[in-house]
Every structure is written in structure tokens, then in C-alpha cells.
């Protein structure tokens, strides 16, 4: 089981978590404004930013290392590749909705 043996391996590996603690903290925020301000955009554009920012970006960096580890079989790579594209499709698509609204 290993998840990274080359520098620029671990240098991915190192972007990757930062990047999702990055996104968790940007989708608390909007969830922060949304609470604040209790405006029906702002509900679907935190949901977005949850969704494309959170949720995404920790299923793809967990997915990413149990893949890596060998704990889940590589065949369900496109599988795991598809979901979370569809993630982010859903997020952009609140996001774009949330837009749309007028406030």
C-alpha cells in the first residue's frame, strides 16, 4: 500500500488536501452567509458552493487515496471518476440557478 513514493507525488498529494481544506472552508463560509442573510440565492449558491466545493473535493481526495492505497480495486476508477463529475455538475448547476434568482 502505497499512496505516494516520488516528491512530486507527495507535492500532489500536498495540493490535494489543501485544496479540500481550502474548499470546506470557503463551503462553510457560504453556509455562514446563507444563515446570515436567509436570501433564497444565497441558499442555492452556499448549496453549490457546498456541494462543488465540499463535498466534491473530499470525495475525490478520499477516493483519490483509497485508489492510490490498492484498498479499493482500480476497476472502479471511471465509476468513482463519473460520481464525482457528477458532483461537480450539480454544484455548478445551483450555482448558475442561484444566479438566475432575483434576490
Given amino acids: 500500500m502505497t499512496i505516494a513514493t516520488t516528491p512530486i507525488e507527495w507535492a500532489i498529494l500536498a495540493v490535494s ?3 479540500t481544506a481550502v474548499g470546506l472552508y470557503v463551503a462553510y463560509q457560504a453556509y455562514r452567509g446563507y444563515r446570515r442573510h436567509r436570501s ?3 441558499q442555492y449558491l452556499s ?3 457546498i456541494i462543488l466545493l465540499g463535498v466534491t473535493f473530499v470525495s475525490a481526495f478520499v477516493g483519490s487515496l483509497l485508489l492510490r ?3 479499493v480495486p482500480g476497476d472502479y476508477r471511471p465509476g468513482f471518476t463519473l460520481l464525482v463529475r ?3 455538475l450539480l454544484g455548478v448547476a445551483f450555482i448558475a440557478y442561484s444566479l438566475s434568482l432575483r434576490g
Fill in 86 to 88: 457528477l458532483l461537480q
Fill in 47 to 49: 448549496l453549490g458552493l
Fill in 69 to 71: 492505497g490498492g484498498v
Fill in 17 to 19: 488536501a489543501a485544496s
Fill in 40 to 42: 433564497r440565492p444565497m
